[in-house]
């Protein structure tokens, strides 16, 4: 599932962020022995989350906090969090803060400032992951399972439902790169779910649409196994366009598109399709 475009509501809880950040680097091939370091009420170091890295076998530590505020953090703050952790067992290389606090200026300042002060000693990289490196974290690929089990309400609501996904679209249509017909069109997927009731509505999960917001009217394709593609053929889709040769070049332009999800999910509305010379004589011909 493609999350880049998904607004990601912040954690207001600090158990569940370091959970979050617990599992995320778990999700990372490159860190093994993640645990939280002891529990509620001893004494940890500054340090929540730890892990080791395979390659080098250093170590690393997370410190968590929530910002129920959206205030900087102050030099001070930080630097008791890091004075703390260099007295982790052993040492780190890496030291890092996640937090719900959005991109700060003041405080990725003072990140700077001590980050010099700290190779003046020779000691561990320290590192503020805020709230929207935490959201890129969650939109990478390898990490879906970890947004699933911490925002499993979206997929509820989007997938496990059925609501259909749609896009507005401007299609310019013409021979040879001349334009000469423009439509506005609404494409879109009706996602699966695993209910198995068998009600007649169920044949359209799974399907992609396509709405004429000229006509008025909508109509139904699939996509092609194993790829990204869609399958189409033009009387997959004529009852939505009543120009047969409009039609034609509609499902040509479906079936060029690599990955039709992608074009779903991203923000690009304007679209062109031109036929070439010889596709047009092949068209008519076929005529």
């Known amino acids: 599932m493609n999350l880049r475009f998904i607004d990601i509501p912040k ?17 990372d091939p490159s860190i093994q022995n993640v645990s939280v370091h002891g529990r ?7 340090v929540d989350i730890y892990g080791r890295n395979i390659h080098d076998l250093t170590w690393i530590g997370i410190q968590c906090k929530v910002r129920s505020f959206n205030n900087s953090f102050s030099k001070t703050e930080l630097l008791t969090e890091i004075n703390q952790a260099k007295k982790f067992n052993p040492s780190l290389s890496k030291y890092y803060l996640f937090t719900t606090l959005n991109r700060d200026v003041n405080t ?9 002060e700290l190779a003046a000693e020779n000691s ?8 929207e490196d935490i959201e890129d974290m969650l939109r990478d690929e390898k990490n879906e399972t970890v947004y699933y089990r911490f925002y499993h309400n979206f997929f509820k609501d989007n997938l496990s439902l059925g609501h259909s996904i749609g896009k507005l679209v401007n299609l310019s249509l013409g021979i040879d790169n001349k334009y000469d017909t423009r439509f506005e069109l609404i494409i879109g997927k009706i996602p699966k779910n695993n209910d ?8 359209y999960r799974g399907t992609y649409y396509i709405v004429n917001l000229h006509e008025n009217k909508i109509e139904f394709f699939q996509k092609k196994n194993n ?21 034609y070049r509609i499902c ?30 092949s068209y008519l011909k076929e005529d």
């Open 11 to 27: 954690i207001e809880n600090d158990t569940l962020l370091e959970d979050l950040a617990k599992s995320l680097l778990r999700a």
């Open 40 to 46: 509620p009420g001893q004494k940890q170091d500054g």
């Open 108 to 116: 990725q300042t003072y990140e700077r400032e001590i980050n010099n």
């Open 124 to 131: 561990f990289l320290f590192e503020i992951k805020f709230w």
């Open 196 to 203: 198995n009731k068998g009600h007649q509505v169920d044949y």
């Open 227 to 247: 790829s990204k593609q869609v399958s189409c053929y033009p009387s997959d889709i004529e009852y939505a366009f009543s120009s047969k040769f409009d039609n």
């Open 252 to 281: 040509k332009w479906l079936i060029s598109i690599d990955d039709f999800d992608t074009l779903l999910y991203n923000d690009e509305h304007n679209h062109k399709f031109s036929l070439s010379p010889e596709e047009y004589e």
